[in-house]
């Protein structure tokens, strides 16, 4: 009995759901997931940061390793049966039903796994495609807005498991927000925040402080940290960056340097006086 006489065998009478996946899609979307894993190699090749490389990695690795099994399956039935001492009978007859419908179920959950894989193989080529900027830029500004909607939401978890809540309902402040913390006061997206860190940068793509705001630049603006002293400065973003304080509005693209920030400072990304902008708050 041959293996795609044995494939036959399952689908009809062993309630094979996912034969499609074997039949036409496991070996296609292999393909495509190795190619998204090589090519996010290549995008991160001058990214520094060591966890943003390894989280990237990671991710584009995972759809791999869901997929591979089916994959391995579909390339050999034969030799993978043996790995759980089930051989392929010389004739139909000699079929035990009961060990048909085991492998059939087996499969059927190599396949859902390779399914999944399959979707969150779209997430990373989003992914890909936003870190190496291979997308037109209408393209990346909405591939951006999406992905980082869903970076916002990691975002407000790790901060709820990092700073926690008081007896006041408020989030504590975190033990490591030596420089302060900024705070989305009005956004598409509030109340998420950042530990402030020397180079932060506020953007759209690739930032380490991501909004999804029209009006943000991709790199809006960058916070500095020089002795013990927090400074922000803009990055030649096309809507400006403001910051407010005892009612006066410093406009920081008329700054040769970069601007200090006191506690209680407002920060703007576009004009203040625009409903559209970004509002942050520093603490500090």
Avoid: C
């Avoid at 996946?21 to 296609?28: E, Q, R």
């Avoid at 992905?147 to 978890?157: A, E, H, N, P």
């Avoid at 005892?246 to 693209?253: A, I, S, V």
Wanted: without cysteine; hydrophobic residues 45%; glycine residues 8%.
């Amino acid at each position: 009995m041959t293996e795609f006489q044995f494939w036959q065998y399952l689908e009809r009478y062993a309630e094979l759901r996912n034969g499609w996946w074997y039949g036409i899609a496991v070996l296609p979307v292999m393909v495509i997931a190795v190619f998204i894993y090589l090519l996010m190699i290549f995008a991160l090749r001058r990214e520094r940061k060591i966890p943003v490389v390894f989280f990237w990695i990671l991710l584009t690795s995972i759809p791999v390793l869901l997929i591979f099994p089916s994959f391995y399956v579909n390339l050999d039935l034969r030799r993978a049966l043996a790995q759980i001492n089930v051989q392929i009978p010389a004739s139909e007859q000699q079929i035990v039903r009961a060990t048909a419908l085991g492998v059939a179920q087996a499969l059927d959950y190599l396949a859902t796994l390779g399914i999944f894989g399959a979707a969150l193989t779209v997430v990373t080529m989003i992914a890909v495609v936003l870190i190496g900027g291979y997308a037109p830029k209408q393209i990346t500004s909405v591939l951006s807005n999406t992905v980082s909607t869903i970076s916002q939401g990691f975002t407000k978890l790790m901060t709820a498991v990092q700073g926690g809540t008081n007896s006041e309902g408020e989030g504590s402040r975190p033990l490591n927000a030596k420089y302060g913390i900024l705070t989305v006061e009005r956004s598409k997206q509030p109340s998420s925040r950042r530990v402030v860190r020397s180079d932060m940068v506020i953007g759209r793509v690739n930032a380490d402080f991501p909004l999804i705001d029209e009006i943000v630049s991709r790199r809006h603006a960058r916070v500095i940290v020089k002795g013990d002293q927090v400074y922000i400065e803009d990055l030649n973003s096309s809507n400006g960056t403001f910051v407010e304080r005892g009612g006066q509005t410093y406009d920081l693209r008329r700054e040769s340097d970069p601007f200090e920030l006191y506690d209680g400072d407002r920060i703007y990304l576009g004009r203040p006086d625009d409903p559209q902008s970004v509002m942050l708050s520093y603490k500090r």
